[in-house]
């Protein structure tokens, strides 16, 4: 099932599809790591849902509600 990264649940894991965006964001998101094909594990989540912490690339990363919902992934069947 496809999904943004912001829709996504704690514990939850999918492969990024798409990064869509423009300009400084989609480089900042790319520069971080987060490309097609790259595996990310939600952790947990602010009281607010701002920001996200999740595992990308064997690391932790915080990541905004906004930069997060311009991440498509495919989350993993469980």
């Given at each position: 099932?496809?999904?943004?990264?912001n829709m996504f649940t704690p514990g939850e894991t999918g492969r990024v599809v798409r990064?869509?965006?423009k300009g400084l964001i989609r480089?900042?998101?790319f520069d971080m790591g987060i490309t097609p094909g790259a595996e990310i594990t939600m952790r947990?989540?602010?009281?607010?849902g701002d920001p996200m912490e999740v595992?990308?690339?064997?690391?932790?990363l915080s990541v905004r509600k906004a930069e997060a919902e311009?991440?498509?992934?495919?989350?993993a069947e469980q």
């Open positions: 099932m496809r999904k943004c990264l990064v869509s965006g480089q900042r998101l947990k989540a602010a009281p607010l595992t990308i690339r064997g690391y932790e311009a991440i498509l992934m495919e989350a």
